[in-house]
C-alpha cells in the first residue's frame, strides 16, 4: 500500500537530483502544489517529461530545476509564449536547457509502450514532420506482417511520475475524474508515483463514466493536498483562475519580476501539511 505523506516529506524521500520526473495533468489536474515544493526543495539537473508545458514548467525550467525537457508542446495556453523557457533555450539563463520535442501521438504512445514494458512506441505518425530531422529519437520501421512503413520513438520510463487527483481511499486507491489526459500510462510507465490528492476519503463512492481508478498497488505515495492543482482546475471542486494565467504572461517576462514573484508566492509560502 502506498505511504500517506505531507508533501515535503513524500518530495524530500522521492525526489533527487538529477531524476527523471515526469509531472502530468492535462488542462486541470496539473500538480502545481508538488511541483512549487520540488523548486523550495532545490532540486536540480531534473530531465522532465510533459505532454503540454505550461506555467508550471516555466516556475521549474526558470528556477534552475532542470538540465533536460521532454515534450510535444510548449506555451502558456490561449496566452502565447513561456518566457522562463524561451530565456533558457535561447540565452541559457538560468542555465542552458536540452530539449527533445516529439508530437503528442509519440509522447502518448511512448507513455503506452513503457506502462507496457516495452523498448518503444510503434505507431502511424511522423511522415512530412520536421521533427524527424531535429530528433535522433524518432526513427521508422518496417512492420514484418504489412511491409507498412511505421514510426518508432523509445519507450518513456521516468523514474517518477507525480499527478493530482480528486479522490484517494483510505486504502491508497486513487480517483482521476474530468479529462483523464495520460495520467494512468505515466503512473504505470514510472518506476514509482506520488499522487496529491484534494481530499482523502472512506469511500471513493461510484465514479463518472470519464474517470479512471489508480490501483494502490500502482502508487508509491500519497500527500492530501487540497487546491493542489490551482491554478489549472480540479473537475468537481475549483474552477480554473484564467486571469492568473494572462497575468503571468507579464510576470514571466522579465528575470526580474519572475524572481520577485517565486520569491513571494512560493519560495517564502510554507509547505502544504
Not at 73 to 93: F, I, Q, T, Y
Not at 105 to 127: D, E, R, S, T, V
Request: charged share 20%; hydrophobic share 40%.
Amino acid at each position: 500500500m502506498p505511504r500517506f505523506r505531507s508533501l515535503s516529506e513524500a518530495v524530500a524521500d522521492l525526489v533527487r537530483d538529477g531524476m527523471t520526473v515526469a509531472l502530468e495533468g492535462f488542462t486541470h489536474l496539473i500538480p502545481f502544489a508538488a511541483s512549487h515544493e520540488i523548486i523550495r526543495q532545490g532540486r536540480r539537473d531534473l530531465t522532465l517529461i510533459r505532454m503540454t508545458p505550461d506555467l508550471i514548467y516555466d516556475q521549474l525550467i526558470g528556477m534552475g530545476c532542470v538540465s533536460k525537457l521532454v515534450f510535444s508542446w510548449g506555451g502558456n495556453p490561449g496566452v502565447g509564449s513561456l518566457h522562463r523557457l524561451r530565456d533558457a533555450v535561447e540565452k541559457g539563463w538560468p542555465r542552458p536547457i536540452e530539449l527533445e520535442e516529439h508530437s503528442h501521438a509519440a509522447m502518448a504512445n511512448a507513455y503506452h509502450a513503457g506502462a507496457a514494458g516495452l523498448p518503444c512506441a510503434i505507431f502511424k505518425g511522423y511522415f512530412g514532420s520536421d521533427l524527424v530531422g531535429n530528433n535522433p529519437n524518432i526513427t521508422f520501421v518496417t512492420c514484418p506482417f504489412t511491409g507498412e512503413q511505421l514510426a518508432a520513438v523509445p519507450a518513456l520510463r521516468p523514474d517518477l511520475a507525480i499527478v493530482h487527483a480528486q479522490r484517494a481511499d483510505r486504502e491508497g486507491n486513487v480517483l482521476i475524474e474530468g479529462i483523464v489526459g495520460v495520467q494512468k500510462e505515466v503512473v504505470l510507465a514510472a518506476k514509482q508515483a506520488l499522487v496529491t490528492v484534494e481530499e482523502v476519503v472512506d469511500d471513493l463512492r461510484q465514479p463518472s463514466p470519464n474517470s479512471c481508478v489508480l490501483p494502490h498497488w500502482t502508487v508509491t505515495a500519497i500527500a492530501e493536498v487540497p487546491r493542489g492543482a490551482y491554478p489549472s482546475y480540479a473537475h468537481g471542486y475549483y474552477g480554473r483562475d484564467n486571469a492568473f494565467y494572462t497575468a503571468w504572461d507579464g510576470i514571466a517576462r522579465e528575470r526580474e519580476s519572475f524572481l520577485a514573484w517565486m520569491d513571494e508566492h512560493v519560495l517564502s509560502v510554507e509547505t502544504p501539511r
